[in-house]
């Protein structure tokens, strides 16, 4: 029973305004499937998933957080573990792409300095309701030099991408960090806001 | 006791000219019986909403439901429908209607994704009901309340243009599918009605205002309420629902604050005193869980905040606030039942690791919900 199915575990955050479809973006990661009758959720809620990257088993440990203002005492002290956060906004939703700095003030209080983050811009199916330019979500992420992807939970668009890269960005950071290595001495440049790749360890 | 003498029973206590409200809850601890609307009327007892004096009942609900007509017509306003002076959608005055109007409806934006997101397997909620409000649903739309939260897009059109001068207009057309959808004039959706009470509530309690999971406690008094099956009652089921739904609140209101959340009578105390609990009352699913370090954050927070509505179907969910409604110290029972959860799940918990220990208790395996009540009563006669 305790023998290791797995080579890493990643543990991932999602955060982002009530409504944005962070339950339905998990949903579809770990079980391929959609569906609009989700409850929201009330604190926090979790689903496992293994991925395979270069050849290494890597076990996801997702949770996923509830939006709304009331829960984010018992939301934010997720944020200290996670190693990788994704930030999520409606596209059709104006004020939770706003909302985006809020939630990037959040982690930068409660994260770790090295925690490796993505904005997801979803509901990207429904053009004909859009609100916020690709543009736009491309400006802010280059801005705070974090990547960026528009998603759609319903119609399975760059999800499975989504994680992917997360957990590889993971990857990178932690494969220079055998045992030994000090990982202090690993500095990320900050000033470097135009590359929206991030991760420049080890050069 | 057979059903129909349980039945009996209940109709012995609900006839007495001044119901003993101490029987009525040793009964009821035990389950109220789904038939004849007698959980409604027990609820609205059991709650403190309906005195026990019966000669009483007719005058009270006649003042409760005109005062709940009243709440209708003083906040669901439609500002420019008075004339006010100086008033418009730029003001920047504190009392202006507009700027209320604003302000109220970023409240309810929450409680409209909400409550089109209450109990999504049964379709109660979406199906009309029997006694829609009349000032509501006859005003041309003006003041349903999710009307004022819908997105509104301008319509836009792709301009091309060949040769020839011809140009071609296309204009997408596109509709998005509604499962909520909104019902015609004259009608309305038991979801509508429960999005005005969780509205109301925010607007007279503007200190607390909207929490989510506020939707999750109204659902099950609204629905028992609802489906009364005596329609003299059934007609008040909003009116009455929001009376039982705000003292209800008042019990459990600290749950939902969060500056209270370190305080005696918030819910990190309420967790903890289910982790003391759980200590006594089996220490090696404690001792497993502190080496995992499973916190009870992670599970019992929802289950206490929500009184377990979320972790099982909505007739378990009825039956287990009978016994909750009916705890003479309310909530301890509550914890009894957490408890109770957590030990009949003690094999699988005590063989699994972080991952399939908490997706166990996160997403609680379906069971014969008296297997775990009784459980609960043992745990809680053990107590010296």
Known sequence: ?203 | MAYKARLRGFDDILQNDIIDIKKLKELAFNGIPDDQGKRAICWRLLLNYLPPERASWTAFLAQKRELYNHFIDEMIIIPGSQCSEGDHPLSLNPDSMWQTFFKDNEVLLQIDKDVRRLCPDISFFQQPTDFPCSQIVNSMDAKRLHRRVEFSVLKSANVERKGLGITKIALSLKKANEDYAPMAEGEEAHWEVVERILFLYAKLNPGQSYVQGMNEILGPIYYAFASDPDPNYREYAEADSFFCFTNLMSEIRDFFIKSLDETDCGINSMMSRLLVQLKNSDLDIWLKFQQLELRPQYYSFRWLTLLLSQEFPLPDVLRIWDSLFSDENRFDFLIYICCAMIIILRNQLLSGDFPSCLKLLQNFPPMDIQIILNKAVELSKQKV
Not at chain 1, 58 to 70: F, N, P, S, V, Y
Not at chain 1, 186 to 193: C, M, P
């Open chain 1, 1 to 203: 029973m305790a023998k290791k199915t797995y080579d890493l575990l990643f543990k991932l955050l999602l955060i982002g305004d009530s409504g944005v479809g962070k339950t339905c973006i998990l949903f579809r990661f770990s079980d391929d499937a959609f569906t609009t009758t989700f409850i929201s959720t009330i604190g926090i809620d979790f689903k496992i998933k293994t991925v395979e990257l270069r050849g290494k088993k890597i076990k996801l440990q997702i949770w996923d957080t509830a939006g709304q203002e009331r829960f984010h005492t018992i939301t934010t002290s997720y944020y200290r573990g996670a190693m990788g956060i994704m930030l999520v906004y409606d596209i059709t939703n104006e004020k939770s792409f706003e909302n985006i700095i809020k939630w990037l003030r959040n982690i930068d209080e409660h994260a770790n300095e090295d925690v490796e983050k993505m904005i997801l811009g979803n509901k990207c199916d429904m053009e004909d309701k859009r609100a916020v330019s690709k543009e736009r979500g491309e400006a802010v992420a280059r801005e705070h030099g974090i990547r960026f992807m528009e998603t759609s939970a319903k119609a399975s668009i760059n999800i499975d991408r989504a994680f992917n890269e997360l957990a590889e960005a993971i990857l990178d950071k932690t494969a220079g960090r055998e045992p030994g290595d000090h990982v202090d001495r690993v500095t990320v440049d900050r000033r470097q806001q135009s590359s929206t790749t991030g991760s420049c360890c080890n050069k």
